[in-house]
Nanobody, 121 residues
Framework: DVQLQASGGGFVQTGGSLRLSCATS????????IGWFRQAPGKEREGISALNTDGSTWYADSVQGRFTISGDKTKNRLYLQMNSLKPEGTAVYYC???????????????WGKGTLVTVSS
C-alpha cells in the first residue's frame, strides 16, 4: 500500500529557507515518479518538482534555481529544499507519486497529506 506523508512546513520570512520532508512506504523510488505540488489559496494545485525513476529531476520555472529535490532510498524519504522563498510561495505543499512522468495532478496515483508553508513579506 503506497503511503506518503509530508512534513516540515512552517512560517518563514521572504528570502528564508525551509526543507520539506516526505515519508514514503509501500514502493521503491525506482518504480514510481515522486515529487511535490503546491496549492496556494484560491488557486489550482500546481506541480513544482519531481524526482524521476532514473534519478533525473524536473522543476517548474517558478522554482527553478531556488528549490532542490532529493531522495534518500535508505530512509524512504523525499526532500524539498526551498531557498529564497517568496510570498507567492505561501501554499499547502503536497508530496505525490505516479507511475508515469506526466507531472500533473490528474495523473497522480497517491497523495500525501499536505504541509502548510507561509512566507511573510
Amino acid at each position: 500500500d503506497v503511503q506518503l506523508q509530508a512534513s516540515g512546513g512552517g512560517f518563514v520570512q521572504t528570502g528564508g529557507s525551509l526543507r520539506l520532508s516526505c515519508a514514503t512506504s509501500g514502493f521503491s523510488f525506482d518504480d514510481l515518479y515522486i515529487g511535490w505540488f503546491r496549492q496556494a489559496p484560491g488557486k489550482e494545485r500546481e506541480g513544482i518538482s519531481a524526482l524521476n525513476t532514473d534519478g533525473s529531476t524536473w522543476y517548474a520555472d517558478s522554482v527553478q534555481g531556488r528549490f532542490t529535490i532529493s531522495g534518500d532510498k535508505t530512509k524512504n524519504r523525499l526532500y524539498l529544499q526551498m531557498n529564497s522563498l517568496k510570498p507567492e510561495g505561501t501554499a499547502v505543499y503536497y508530496c505525490a507519486a505516479a507511475d508515469s512522468s506526466w507531472w500533473d495532478p490528474r495523473n497522480m496515483n497517491c497523495w500525501g497529506k499536505g504541509t502548510l508553508v507561509t512566507v511573510s513579506s
